[in-house]
């Protein structure tokens, strides 16, 4: 199956705002510096020339550099103790990637689809409940309107639901906590843009992949360091080339982290840039306007939504 699991193209992406994730957006500071970092990102199809940047950050105060900076895969991690629950995952993946309805919801967020509020339900201990661990401030995966969860695993995690005969509930939480929650059997499952990743293994049992991801670069428009770079390498060979006076970024426990500091796992090379992490990619990039960072790595998708509602935002 993870062969057949098709790319989603995000141009065109359809951004939903989200007010929630721009909590403390004026602030000057970062909301945390230098944390650990895994995450994934979206795959999309990069554009012919690597320094136009976005549609979506045409004008703003933003752009996407349209280049891949890695390649992932984002999967459920499931509670080890729960293999029934395992097999019951799997199966719904495979029945949503056969008749219609992972394209379908996905639609909501890269197409003219509406996104779909999902509610929560209050804990009560009960077998008749499944627990989700998540970190809602990665659109279009997880992220809040109000009390209601949105998102493409939200809405996943929905359909889970029903079709086991149980009451959702969702735990919001620090992504660095997502994990360890389900490694601590405080949740049943994992549903957070969650790239897979061998250290992971330890806390969580993978499902079968569901989503093909990547890391990108988002710079303030007016920057010409990438202009007419096509591929990652270019990219990294700049990067490279920086030093510990350039900031960039990053969602404490996400890849982009990773990226900056290094992992053997995930085959990256430390760059000798200074890594900003934040509680979510929307504080990051706000202080990428104010002037407090260089650049921000994050995957791809949640880049270009959040590009482009800020970008919105500062018009």
């Known amino acids: 199956m993870k062969k057949s699991i098709k790319k989603i193209v995000s141009t065109g992406l359809a951004v939903v705002m989200c007010m929630a994730l721009f909590s403390g957006c004026g602030s ?6 230098g ?32 280049v891949d900076l890695s390649s992932e895969e984002y999967a459920f991690g499931v509670d080890k103790d729960k293999p029934e629950l395992l097999t019951q995952v ?38 008749n409940q499944l627990v989700v661990a998540t970190n809602a401030g990665f659109e279009p995966f997880e992220y809040t309107k109000g009390d209601k969860y949105l998102g493409i695993d939200m809405e996943i995690a929905d359909g889970l639901a029903k079709k086991l005969g149980k009451e959702l509930v969702i735990q919001n939480m ?10 601590q059997h405080k949740c049943d499952i994992a549903m957070s843009g969650l790239t897979v990743k061998e250290s992971r293994k ?19 428009s007016d920057d010409t360091a990438f202009d007419g770079m096509n591929d990652a390498d ?18 404490n426990g996400t890849t982009g982290k990773m990226y900056c500091e290094g992992d053997d796992e995930m085959g990256f090379e430390k760059l000798p840039v200074t890594a900003v992490g934040y509680k979510n990619g929307s504080l990051a990039c706000q202080d990428l306007i104010n002037g407090n960072i260089n650049y921000v790595i994050i995957d791809s998708a949640p880049a270009t939504a959040i590009t482009a509602a800020l970008n919105k935002m500062n018009q």
């Open 28 to 33: 000057d500071k970062s909301a945390d510096t």
């Open 174 to 183: 620090d992504f660095d906590a997502v994990c360890l929650s389900i490694g």
């Open 234 to 251: 270019a990219i990294h060979g700049a990067l490279m080339g920086m030093d510990s006076s350039v900031k960039i970024g990053v969602q």
């Open 35 to 66: 944390a650990d970092n895994t995450a994934g990102n979206t795959s999309a199809e990069s554009s012919a020339d690597g320094n136009e940047g976005s549609d979506s950050a045409a004008g703003g105060a933003l752009k996407v550099i349209e």
């Open 90 to 127: 799997n199966d719904y993946i495979a029945e949503i990637m056969s008749n219609g309805e992972f394209d379908r919801i996905c639609n909501n967020y890269f197409g003219d689809g509406e996104p779909v509020a999902v509610s929560s339900a209050e804990p009560d201990g009960s077998d």
């Open 202 to 220: 330890k806390y969580v049992e993978f499902s079968d992949p569901y989503y093909n991801a990547s890391q990108r670069i988002i710079a303030r």
